[in-house]
C-alpha cells in the first residue's frame, strides 16, 4: 500500500529570487539548468548538457553565472581540474520571486518575462512527455493526469486554497522527501491559478 510522505516539521522554506538571480535567469538556458537540478539532483555539466540543449562547456559558463547569483552550488569538493565533471546542486529546495514593491518597475517587467520563461519550460518539459509517453511504463502513465478548472472564488479564498494545495504537495517534493520509496519516479506538477483575464474585462472581479 502506498504510503503518504512525512513532511519535516517546518517545510524547508523556498529561496526569494531577488534583483541579481532574476538578471542570471534571464537567459532560458539558466532556468533550464536550475530547474533540472532541483527536479534530478547533483549533476555535472555533461550530464546536464544534453537535456538543456547545450555543450557541456555552455553549461559550466551558465552554472557559474547562477552560481554567482547564488542559485547554485557545488555538490561536493572535487579536486581542480575539468569543471564539466564536478557536479552542482540547487542552493534551496525551491524559490519564489521577490515581489517587493520598491524592487522597482524594471524588476517587475523582469518577474512577469520570467514566469514566461517558466511557463514555456514547464509546457515544453509536457509535450517531451505526451511525445514519449509510449515508451514510458504503464503504471505510470496510467497514473497521469491533466486538468483544468474554472473556479469562482474570491481572491482570499484563492490565496487560501493554493496555500492547501502546496502544504499537500511539498512533503513529496525530491529534495525534501529523502526516504523516497525505492520505485518513486520523479514526477513534474505544474499548477497555476489565475484570474481569467478576458473574463475579468466583463466586470466579473473586482
Same mark, same amino acid.
Not at 6 to 25: F, Q
Not at 41 to 69: D, F, I, Y
Not at 181 to 192: F, H, K, M, N, Y
Given at each position: 500500500?502506498?504510503?503518504?510522505?512525512?513532511?519535516?516539521?517546518?517545510?524547508?522554506?523556498?529561496?526569494? $529570487?531577488?534583483?541579481?538571480?532574476?538578471?542570471?535567469?534571464?537567459?532560458?538556458?539558466?532556468?533550464?539548468?536550475?530547474?533540472?537540478? %532541483?527536479?534530478?539532483?547533483?549533476?555535472?555539466?555533461?550530464?546536464?548538457?544534453?537535456?538543456?540543449?547545450?555543450?557541456?562547456?555552455?553549461?559550466?559558463?551558465?552554472?557559474? +553565472?547562477?552560481?554567482? +547569483?547564488?542559485?547554485?552550488?557545488?555538490?561536493?569538493?572535487?579536486?581542480?581540474?575539468?569543471?564539466?565533471?564536478?557536479?552542482?546542486?540547487?542552493?534551496?529546495?525551491?524559490?519564489?520571486?521577490?515581489?517587493?514593491?520598491?524592487?522597482?518597475?524594471?524588476?517587475?517587467?523582469?518577474?512577469?518575462? %520570467?514566469?514566461?520563461?517558466? +511557463?514555456?519550460?514547464?509546457?515544453?518539459? @509536457?509535450?517531451?512527455?505526451?511525445?514519449?509517453?509510449?515508451?514510458?511504463?504503464?503504471?505510470?502513465?496510467?497514473?497521469?493526469?491533466?486538468?483544468? @478548472?474554472?473556479?469562482?472564488?474570491?481572491?482570499?479564498?484563492?490565496?487560501?486554497?493554493?496555500?492547501?494545495?502546496?502544504? %499537500? $504537495?511539498?512533503? @513529496?517534493?525530491?529534495? $525534501?522527501?529523502?526516504?523516497?520509496?525505492?520505485?518513486?519516479? $520523479?514526477?513534474?506538477?505544474?499548477?497555476?491559478?489565475?484570474?481569467?483575464?478576458?473574463?475579468?474585462?466583463?466586470?466579473?472581479?473586482?
Amino acid at each position: 500500500m502506498p504510503r503518504d510522505a512525512t513532511p519535516p516539521d517546518p517545510l524547508p522554506p523556498r529561496a526569494v $529570487i531577488g534583483a541579481e538571480a532574476l538578471a542570471a535567469l534571464a537567459v532560458p538556458a539558466r532556468l533550464a539548468l536550475l530547474n533540472h537540478l %532541483l527536479a534530478a539532483g547533483p549533476r555535472t555539466a555533461s550530464e546536464c548538457a544534453p537535456v538543456v540543449g547545450e555543450t557541456a562547456s555552455n553549461c559550466s559558463w551558465h552554472l557559474r +553565472a547562477l552560481a554567482k +547569483a547564488g542559485l547554485v552550488e557545488r555538490a561536493a569538493r572535487a579536486p581542480e581540474g575539468d569543471g564539466r565533471t564536478r557536479p552542482w546542486r540547487a542552493t534551496a529546495v525551491g524559490f519564489v520571486f521577490s515581489d517587493a514593491a520598491d524592487d522597482g518597475p524594471a524588476a517587475a517587467v523582469a518577474r512577469t518575462a %520570467l514566469a514566461g520563461m517558466s +511557463a514555456e519550460y514547464a509546457d515544453d518539459l @509536457y509535450r517531451r512527455y505526451l511525445a514519449r509517453q509510449t515508451d514510458l511504463p504503464d503504471a505510470w502513465t496510467h497514473a497521469a493526469g491533466d486538468y483544468g @478548472y474554472a473556479l469562482s472564488v474570491t481572491a482570499d479564498e484563492l490565496e487560501a486554497l493554493l496555500g492547501r494545495i502546496d502544504a %499537500l $504537495i511539498r512533503p @513529496y517534493v525530491r529534495p $525534501i522527501r529523502p526516504d523516497a520509496p525505492e520505485d518513486a519516479g $520523479i514526477v513534474q506538477v505544474t499548477l497555476r491559478a489565475f484570474l481569467n483575464p478576458d473574463l475579468h474585462e466583463e466586470g466579473g472581479a473586482a
